[in-house]
């Protein structure tokens, strides 16, 4: 059973503000991942990291930034929320090595006001 | 840019039946490709994947048809069950071994 946290899990928040979503994972996995989705429809990577202070843009061009200081550890920023950034964050991580499942946390379902 | 269509968008099958989606890619580069099922409130979570070297994997009620000359692949729920009721989507893992997404299929299994 995979071990990825998120928090917190609803957010609902005013334009301008500046929002860290966190992401914890117990299983040691060296990469880690940030997607998101609006309900109902498909996932698009954001972000991604290879292991401790890499980090990479994904597919989809976003306005968050992330860092990794630690290998358990992949928080998500946003230093200036507007509406256009209401949608849901999901998390996940792997281990290293070709065909390796993602496991995902739960998400944080973010609303701008 | 869409490299991966799914379809049906939703599916609505009664318990005992055969649920089927299906997914098309454009990529030849894809070699690896996973099915993850997501419930309302949850992330998603793996639930077969296969590799193109092979034309069929099962696993239980869950079967992956791969036809590489088409490229396009399914999953079959056989005797699907109201506890199968999710979102399923396909996916491709690229060069990068990230993973590209369809858009998902929302199925509803009535009792």
């Known amino acids: 059973e995979a071990d990825i946290y998120q928090t917190p899990r609803y957010l609902v928040i005013g334009t301008g503000k500046k929002i860290t979503l966190e992401c914890s994972q117990t299983?040691?996995?060296?990469?880690m991942y940030w997607y998101q989705q609006d309900p109902g429809m498909e996932l698009h990577l954001i972000h991604y990291?290879?292991?401790?202070?890499?980090?990479e843009k994904g597919d989809l061009s976003s306005e968050s930034t992330v860092s990794r200081i630690r290998t358990e550890h992949f928080p998500l920023t946003l230093e200036s929320a507007r509406p256009s950034h209401t949608s849901q964050y999901l998390c996940?991580?792997?281990?290293?090595?070709?065909?390796?499942?993602?496991?995902f946390g739960d998400g944080t379902r973010l609303s701008i006001l | 840019q869409q490299q991966v269509k799914q379809s049906p968008q939703s599916l609505i099958v009664q318990k005992g039946g055969i649920s089927i989606i299906n997914c098309a890619y454009e990529?030849?580069?894809?070699?690896?490709f996973p099915w993850y099922q997501q419930f309302p409130g949850k992330g998603p979570a793996l639930l077969i994947a296969?590799?193109?070297?092979?034309s069929e994997k099962k696993e239980g009620r869950f079967t992956i048809s791969f036809n590489k000359s088409a490229k396009q692949f399914s999953l079959h729920i056989m005797d699907s069950q109201p506890g199968d009721s999710a979102t399923y989507f396909c996916?491709?893992?690229?060069?990068?071994?990230?993973?590209?997404f369809g858009t998902g299929t929302r199925l509803t299994v009535i009792p």
């Open positions: 996940a991580s792997s281990s290293p090595g070709a065909n390796q499942p993602q496991h």
């Open positions: 990529n030849t580069a894809f070699d690896y």
């Open positions: 990291s290879y292991g401790v202070n890499s980090t």
């Open positions: 299983m040691g996995h060296d990469k």
């Open positions: 296969i590799r193109p070297d092979v």
């Open positions: 996916a491709f893992r690229t060069g990068a071994n990230n993973l590209f």
